[in-house]
């Protein structure tokens, strides 16, 4: 464990003793606002060159939009919490080997987009967005937070024929329940942060079932392959193994060992089994 971590974890267990209510407002904060950053790393520097980068205007931000090939097979993919659209950088190179094109975007408050944070609704009004500037996607990727985003797209608007998750999460109360543990929050604590969340989303009806992948599994009849590391040490493969359960026939199963969570996104046993998927 970090040791800023540590500092806030002593921080908020103090804070609700003293001020239960402060303590709830800065786990909140912590929650909602990304911690960082990503920045381009090397080996995604080239593939990042190559994009044709542009922006679309979203509540007075730009969010940075990066497509490759000629369109007319386009790939939605999208990432994860503090993450980057380019980390895709090594699936983006297969499919555009099989004639494929690769579309992603930085998530509002991630990467080089503006804003400060972004949510699962604004997440699914970004990708219609998308859907009318690129068409019908021939299939979806998502890593992580992005699973539950496009999940929750494709029930509402977005057309794909084919869905990739890589270690994603089935249940949208995984996310509190592993911030409160990582943050060692008391039940109080959390359930308070548990209100505030669901402030953030007025018009919708039980968050916590609404934006999970498992809810009303009947909506998406798609193909997918569903790819989680046993070594996840931010979504348990236990969440993969529920959106399978969930899903049936329709759920193709891969798993791997050793890559952990992030280093996933550039093993090349990942890259084909994606690339067969595919097709």
């Known amino acids: 464990m970090s040791i800023i971590i540590k500092t806030v974890r002593t921080a908020i267990s103090v804070l609700s003793v003293v001020s239960p209510h402060t303590a709830v407002s800065l786990t909140f904060k912590l929650f909602c606002t ?6 381009v790393r090397a080996r995604e520097k080239a593939m990042v060159e190559r994009a044709d980068t542009s922006h679309i205007d979203f509540n007075g931000d730009k969010v940075c939009v990066y497509s490759w090939g000629d369109l007319k097979c386009p790939v939605l993919m999208v990432h994860g919490w503090e993450s980057r659209g380019s980390r895709f950088a090594a699936i983006i190179e297969q499919l555009l080997q099989q004639g494929y094109s690769p579309v992603t975007f930085d998530m509002p408050g991630h990467g080089d987009s503006g804003g400060k944070m972004t ?15 690129y068409g019908v996607f021939e299939a979806v990727i998502a890593h992580s937070f992005g699973v539950p985003c496009i ?10 024929k084919k869905i990739v998750t890589i270690g994603g999460l089935a249940e949208f109360s995984y996310l509190i329940e592993e911030f409160g543990r990582l943050l060692g929050l008391n039940q109080r604590i959390q359930d308070g942060l548990k209100r505030k969340v669901e402030g953030l989303f007025p018009s919708v009806t039980d968050i916590w079932d609404t934006f999970s992948v498992t809810y009303q599994p009947e909506r998406v009849k798609l ?16 969440q993969a193994k529920k ?32 690339a067969e998927f595919m097709g």
Not at 34 to 39: E, K
Not at 119 to 133: F, R, V
Not at 151 to 158: M, S
């Open 34 to 39: 990304p911690a960082g950053r990503a920045t």
């Open 119 to 133: 949510t699962i609704l604004e997440c699914n009004e970004i990708c219609n967005m998308l859907q009318q500037k």
């Open 151 to 160: 999940f929750y797209a494709i029930k509402d608007a977005l057309r794909t």
């Open 223 to 238: 193909p997918m392959l569903i790819i989680h590391d046993t070594d996840d040490d931010v979504v348990q493969v236990t």
């Open 243 to 274: 959106i399978v359960a969930s899903y049936g026939d329709q759920a193709y199963y891969h798993e791997t060992s050793g890559y952990g969570h992030k280093r996933i996104l550039h093993q090349s046993e990942v890259v084909q089994r994606i």
